[in-house]
């Protein structure tokens, strides 16, 4: 089975903190994806990677970054977190880009 | 560009009634590929199916089956004998082929499906 992680089902930060969300795949999938999901608005693509240490923007990458220094793990960083960044993100993994993705179980994000 | 579009925000049916989810897409490729995807109360998203864009044939799963039509550009999801647990969120979603390079899925705004006993 298909194993996607995530460090932290609930987190709750202040604003101006640094946070790290952790997504760890056990599926040697080459690519990896953060998604936001906000009701009304579905879900959207904040950055996705496609191998080690290489990353693209998603649709809305702005602050954020992320960062994979190993094939297995994808990390989204908030440089300083805004209330505006309070929602559910939603990591995934899959072998390719025109394959199924594998989504971790999401981070619900508070930031007061 | 491409887009999908589930127009049906909310549905709601009586347990054992046959349900169909609609999605429409758009895209300028000719080869791609449409996804359905369940995330249930827990919040997690779960894959159900993938379909390219060469293959019509319906697809059915036990209870859930897909119909897939180029022509109208839809791939809706039946449900058949709907159960409380069908209850969840159901996203469709559109991956254009390898020519279009990094191909990123798209994803429709979802369908909430309520099956109340």
């Known amino acids: 089975d298909v194993k996607v992680t995530q460090s932290s089902r609930y987190l709750v930060k202040r604003t101006g903190e640094k946070v790290f969300l952790e997504c760890v795949q056990d599926?040697?999938?080459?690519?990896m994806f953060w998604y936001r999901q906000d009701p009304g608005l579905g879900l959207r693509l904040i950055y996705f990677?496609?191998?080690?240490?290489?990353?693209e923007k998603g649709d809305i990458p702005e602050g954020y970054s992320v960062s994979r220094e190993k094939k297995e793990r994808f990390s989204l960083i908030l440089e300083s977190a805004s209330t505006n960044q309070t929602s559910m993100y939603l990591c995934?993994?899959?072998?390719?880009?025109?394959?199924?993705?594998?989504f971790g179980p999401g981070t619900r994000l508070t930031v007061t | 560009a491409q887009k999908v579009t589930q127009a049906q925000t909310e549905i709601s049916v009586v347990e054992k009634e046959d349900v169909t989810l609609d999605c429409v897409y758009e895209?300028?490729?000719?080869?791609?590929?449409l996804f359905w995807y369940k995330q249930p109360p827990s919040g997690e998203l779960v894959f159900l199916i993938r379909?390219?864009?060469?293959?019509?044939q319906n697809e059915i799963s036990g209870r859930y089956s897909w119909n897939f039509q180029k022509s109208t550009s839809s791939f809706n999801f039946t449900i058949t004998a709907s159960q409380v647990v069908d209850s969840a969120v159901y996203f469709c979603?559109?991956?254009?082929?390898?020519?279009?390079?990094?191909?990123?899925?798209?994803f429709g705004k979802g369908t909430m499906l309520l099956v109340s006993p």
């Open positions: 995934a993994s899959s072998y390719g880009f025109s394959y199924e993705q594998y």
């Open positions: 599926m040697d999938h080459e690519n």
């Open positions: 379909r390219n864009s060469f293959d019509e």
């Open positions: 990677s496609y191998d080690v240490k290489m990353k």
């Open positions: 895209t300028r490729d000719t080869t791609y590929y």
């Open positions: 979603a559109l991956s254009e082929g390898p020519d279009s390079g990094y191909s990123t899925l798209t």
